[in-house]
């Protein structure tokens, strides 16, 4: 049996998908698996899988009907072999000391996941590098109990992703845990908080593997998602439980810091991107979401750190609707 698997959700990405697989296939650490999941994708995608398949035993091609990345990732775990988990995006790429150096520090600390760096490669419409930005969190090993952790914004944005953690998978099913299947914009942090709920110990080493490329997308092709706020919503119920458990000593402060930008981001989502919504319907979709209980109370706790910041919290403390939208046009 491998020692790792490598779960790849694939769809749409013609484009992208050989950069993936070849920086898969390029890493100093060689016993794994590459579960290619085809998540009824119409494009080529599946025939270029196929070509690096044909001649790279390790890859193994799976297809699905289309049911999202959530359930694209579960599918594949569910069929996987190795000892280890990693999940990878199939847009984005892997440095070839990933496998090798995380599973070492997985083996010599006993430990069921470990969290690492990135690299946010900022890209034109023609996909030339525009700007790297590294991003790793401070090296440190949490355990729970201690009463002087405290969370910051960075490292917050760190535990989200599933992208740049490797996981035992013992530890996966013996606490069930899964991707809700449907779910989207928060569907790794509603997972990660999940592992870090029922975990004693959370690893950081202080390296970057994963290049996250961040494309320009026209706007007409970005998703607006009306549920938007809901799912803002849905992620602080899994932070405040993770949290809870930890007992971190800013709590209050972080779930206000993610409610108030879960906000922020609702607002630009509905004037930046593609909507059916009528100018009425824009206002009433703002209106509720600042009028809303768990709202009022975060914008107390909110810590601005800029004057940007101390407008929105004087916007939506005051509910001043017509103005927040106003914000918002001006930066579309």
């Known amino acids: ?31 794994f698996e590459l579960l290619v999941v085809i998540d009824g994708s ?25 049911g999202g990345l959530s359930d694209a990732r579960n599918y594949g775990l569910d069929r996987s072999q190795g000892e280890y988990i990693y999940f990878i995006d199939s847009d984005d790429w892997i440095e070839s000391n990933l496998l090798e150096e995380n599973i070492t520090i997985l083996e010599k600390n006993k430990l069921d996941f470990i969290i690492f760096g990135y690299f946010q490669d900022n890209t034109d419409i023609n996909e030339n590098l525009i700007k790297r930005i590294k991003k790793i969190p401070k090296p440190a090993i949490w355990k729970k109990g201690d009463t002087s952790l405290e ?12 992208w740049n953690k490797i996981y035992k998978r013992e530890y996966l099913e013996k606490n069930k845990l899964r991707f809700i299947k449907g779910i989207s ?13 029922k975990s004693d110990t959370i ?6 593997y994963y290049h996250y490329i961040n494309r320009e997308v026209p706007t007409l ?39 108030i930008g879960g906000v922020r981001y609702c607002v630009h989502n509905l004037f930046s991107y593609k909507n059916q919504l009528t100018s009425i319907e824009k206002f ?22 800029n004057i940007q910041d101390k407008i929105y919290t004087f916007l939506i403390k005051h509910k001043l609707t017509s103005l927040i939208i106003a914000i918002a046009l001006c930066k579309k």
């Open 1 to 31: 049996m491998p020692k790792i698997s490598i779960i790849l959700p694939v769809y749409n990405v013609e484009k992208y998908i050989a950069k993936s697989i070849e920086s898969i296939q390029n890493q100093s650490f060689k016993d």
């Open 42 to 66: 119409p494009d080529k995608s599946k025939e270029i899988a196929l070509e690096y398949a044909k001649y790279d035993n390790r890859i193994h091609i799976l297809e699905k009907t289309n």
């Open 151 to 162: 969370l910051d914004e960075s490292t917050l944005g760190l535990l989200g992703y599933a």
């Open 185 to 197: 914009l928060v569907e790794d942090i509603l997972f990660n908080s999940l592992v870090y709920t």
């Open 203 to 208: 690893y950081f080493n202080d390296n970057a």
């Open 221 to 259: 092709m970005k998703t607006f998602h009306a549920n938007s706020f809901d799912l803002v919503k849905e992620k602080g119920l899994a932070l405040k439980e993770f949290l809870n458990t930890w007992k971190f000593t800013n709590t209050k402060e972080t779930l206000a810091h993610n409610n």
């Open 284 to 305: 009433q979709f703002v209106k509720k979401i600042i009028t809303d209980k768990e709202v009022e109370k975060n914008i107390l706790l909110y810590q601005p750190k």
